[in-house]
């Protein structure tokens, strides 16, 4: 169970950091990656826990059950600490947007595009954006001003539509929404994904801990099976 955890955790974690790449022009904030950093890490851990933990009990070794607890529980106070820096950063997520988005927007060339020109295409087309509040927003770019053909971006072209050519003479071609409020809401999703994942799995360590203690405890009182252990006998 511990390895498939594992395993569920580090995907989380390479998803957010995949997810980030695509929006990280919008986001320079990087301290907000922590906590994906600290669950591939526990998932990384969690895989070699389950291999002390299937020892410890084929071996039946009480030193190796409390070891297995002990640092069950470690992994436990790592998760609750993932919960809650995702929340804190989850917070944080609408202000940093806002104050890097204008600045991206600002940088944007068409004719040769860049990192951020990228950027800001793959997000109107990904999430069905124009602009920074709606398509308008270009009217204030160095990049409309030089161009000075009254039309923004082909990627706030609706999709639907193949002979759309960006012009602002035809509003009804373009996506409506703008792109700040849909980013937003698309980086605290991610941040939501490493919540609720690490809450999952703390649940899951509290109950393999609570399950190892019951062993322990079991061991502890049974002076038959120490005696058996240790190669003992009744008198």
């Given at each position: 169970?511990?390895?498939?955890?594992?395993?569920?955790?580090?995907?989380?974690?390479?998803y957010v950091f995949i997810?980030?790449?695509?929006?990280?022009?919008?986001?320079?904030?990087?301290?907000?990656?922590?906590?994906?950093?600290?669950?591939?890490?526990?998932?990384?851990?969690?895989?070699?826990?389950?291999?002390?933990?299937?020892?410890?009990?084929?071996?039946?070794?009480r030193c190796g059950l409390?070891?297995?607890?002990?640092?069950?529980?470690?992994?436990?106070?790592?998760?609750?600490?993932?919960?809650?820096?995702?929340?804190?950063?989850?917070?944080?997520?609408?202000?940093?947007?806002?104050?890097?988005?204008?600045?991206?927007?600002?940088?944007?060339?068409?004719?040769?595009?860049?990192?951020?020109?990228?950027?800001?295409?793959?997000?109107?087309?990904?999430?069905?954006?124009?602009?920074?509040?709606?398509?308008?927003?270009?009217?204030?770019?160095?990049?409309?001003?030089?161009?000075?053909?009254?039309?923004?971006?082909?990627?706030?072209?609706?999709?639907?539509?193949?002979?759309?050519?960006?012009?602002?003479?035809?509003?009804?071609?373009?996506?409506?929404?703008?792109?700040?409020?849909?980013?937003?809401?698309?980086?605290?999703?991610?941040?939501?994904?490493?919540?609720?994942?690490?809450?999952?799995?703390a649940a899951i360590q509290?109950?393999?801990?609570?399950?190892?203690?019951?062993?322990?405890?079991?061991?502890?009182?049974?002076?038959?099976?120490?005696?058996?252990?240790?190669?003992?006998?009744?008198?």
């Amino acid at each position: 169970v511990l390895q498939a955890a594992a395993g569920i955790l580090c995907y989380v974690g390479a998803y957010v950091f995949i997810t980030y790449d695509d929006y990280d022009h919008f986001f320079e904030d990087v301290y907000t990656l922590i906590p994906a950093v600290i669950i591939i890490a526990v998932g990384t851990l969690l895989f070699i826990i389950g291999l002390i933990g299937c020892c410890a009990t084929i071996r039946e070794s009480r030193c190796g059950l409390a070891t297995f607890v002990i640092i069950l529980l470690l992994v436990f106070i790592t998760e609750v600490v993932v919960v809650v820096l995702g929340y804190i950063y989850r917070a944080k997520v609408e202000d940093e947007v806002d104050h890097s988005i204008r600045k991206v927007y600002n940088g944007y060339n068409g004719t040769n595009p860049d990192a951020a020109s990228r950027a800001i295409d793959y997000v109107q087309r990904q999430l069905r954006c124009c602009g920074i509040h709606n398509y308008s927003d270009w009217e204030n770019t160095v990049w409309f001003k030089q161009t000075k053909n009254n039309s923004v971006p082909l990627s706030c072209c609706k999709a639907a539509l193949s002979n759309c050519t960006g012009s602002l003479t035809h509003p009804m071609d373009l996506y409506s929404e703008g792109c700040e409020a849909l980013v937003v809401k698309k980086l605290q999703e991610i941040m939501m994904y490493v919540i609720w994942a690490a809450l999952a799995f703390a649940a899951i360590q509290l109950l393999g801990m609570l399950c190892a203690c019951v062993v322990l405890c079991r061991r502890s009182r049974d002076p038959a099976y120490e005696l058996l252990i240790t190669g003992g006998t009744y008198a």
